[in-house]
């Protein structure tokens, strides 16, 4: 029998995580990803939103946790850095070293449902990757697009 707590048979979970909005269409393109990871992948998987949308981040991490999951891999859904990939993103997983950075900072809308998002209950490591970035495959979406428009 292994007791290894650190063997390959740790639980990984997945979480991607979108910015939120109060139109729809964010929310739904998250969460469509997330399904076709799902059906190409063995793990658990899991959306996430920075603001406005439901499940928030630390809701998630907390469905994932009570899934059983030692390690969270997280993936933000955006294209590049900002200051919600660099600054607020860590700081709601904990990641941030315990700088405090300022949610209230000035970048053209407000985020209301900050001061009301739940603790994480997740003792296990979380692993924050890059956004999406410059990708070749981008480039094949863009060059459907315009095809399709001409």
């Known amino acids: 029998m292994d007791t290894n707590s650190n063997s390959k048979t740790a639980k990984i979970g997945i979480l991607l995580i979108g910015h939120g909005s109060r139109l729809p269409y964010g929310k739904d393109v998250v969460s469509q990803i997330a399904e076709m990871y799902k059906e190409n992948s063995n793990y658990l998987v899991e959306v996430g939103f920075m603001n406005i949308s439901k499940p ?48 209230g900072h000035d970048h053209g809308h407000s985020h209301e449902e900050e001061e009301e998002q739940e603790e994480i209950e997740f003792e296990g490591e979380i692993i924050y990757t890059e956004p999406l970035g410059a990708d070749a495959r981008l480039v094949d979406i863009i060059k459907e697009r315009v095809a399709s428009a001409l």
């Open 56 to 103: 928030s981040i630390p809701s998630a991490i907390n469905k994932l946790s009570k899934e059983g999951v030692e390690k969270i891999i997280v993936t933000p859904v955006f294209l590049a850095h900002g200051v919600h990939t660099k600054q607020d993103i860590p700081h709601i997983l904990g990641l941030d070293d315990g700088h405090e950075h300022s949610h």
